[in-house]
């Protein structure tokens, strides 16, 4: 391993995904998502933000109540790969800190998105407050505090010890606690009705290939500018330093912690 292999410290754009790739291992995403859909309970008629809809499947599958979807991502692969699989449904890419909706909707709905926006956490929870009607719901789920956080150790660890450093700047992720994302909510319009933060192990699929497909599809950013056998060394090394708590015939799991929330807008909001 090239221990003196500078490490570029921008972290990689995080709109540009591999759609394709996404659908293909892991549609867990969007499967898991299905529950989340029960708790906003979309009606006929109403009008839904699917906010970070990704390939589209549940902007899909909210349709089905009578509810009319837009979908907005910010990533053109996963808009592209949306209008082709559902053409007749609307995607927009559009960034979730600059929204250019009126206040509109019944519903905005959230899947595995949120834990993406770190600094502007704030003004995507204002954008999604003011785009509802009073009264509306926000009903989204994302990782939570804990969430991979094993995989997260075992990435630090081996970037350590493989003479790289564990640069914590380059963590893009944003996992609050309920209490966190309650004052969040609340400062910015919102008053929380429901919140529950809890434990996900996740299979991935792929066998003894799992953990490396997340880490190569989900967290590039730690590996800028490391590339080759460096690469494959490394992520050979948190596999050791993980594979006893997160590994069980032949299945890698991913450490998911889940926080759900549902908050409505304040119909008279009160500074
Ligand atoms: C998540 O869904 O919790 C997640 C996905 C990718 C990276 C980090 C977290």
Not at 11 to 31: C, G, I, Q, R, T
Not at 177 to 182: P, R
């Amino acid at each position: 391993m090239n221990k003196n292999q500078p490490i570029n410290s921008q972290p990689p754009s995080l709109n540009e995904w591999n759609a394709e790739l996404y659908d293909k291992k892991h549609s867990f995403v969007s499967s898991l998502g299905l529950d989340l859909l029960e708790l906003l309970s979309p009606h006929k008629g109403e009008k839904i933000l699917d906010l970070g809809c990704g390939t589209g499947h549940l902007s899909y599958k909210i349709t089905g109540k009578g509810a009319k979807v837009i979908g907005i991502d910010n990533a053109p692969a996963m808009i592209s790969q949306a209008h082709s699989n559902y053409p007749n449904l609307d995607f927009q890419l559009q960034s979730a800190d600059h929204l250019s909706f009126q206040q509109q909707f019944d519903g905005v709905f959230s899947n595995a998105t949120l834990h993406w926006i770190k600094s502007e956490k704030e003004k995507v929870v204002a954008e999604i407050c003011r785009v509802l009607k009073p009264g509306g719901r926000f009903v989204a789920e994302f990782g939570g505090k804990g969430n991979v956080g094993e995989i997260v150790r075992g990435i630090y660890e081996a970037l350590d010890a493989g003479g790289y450093g564990s640069n914590k700047e380059l963590n893009p992720w944003y996992f609050p606690s309920i209490g966190e994302y309650a004052s969040l909510l609340e400062k910015e319009g919102f008053e929380l009705s429901f919140a529950r933060l809890f434990p996900r192990p996740t299979p991935l699929a792929d066998g003894e290939k799992g953990l490396r497909n997340w880490i190569e599809m989900f967290a590039g950013c730690f590996f800028e500018g490391i590339s080759g056998e460096d690469k494959l060394n490394l992520l050979a090394d948190i596999e050791d330093r993980v594979r006893s708590k997160l590994y069980q015939n032949g299945t890698w799991f991913a450490d998911y912690k889940r926080l759900r929330i549902i908050a409505l807008k304040q119909l008279i909001v009160n500074n």
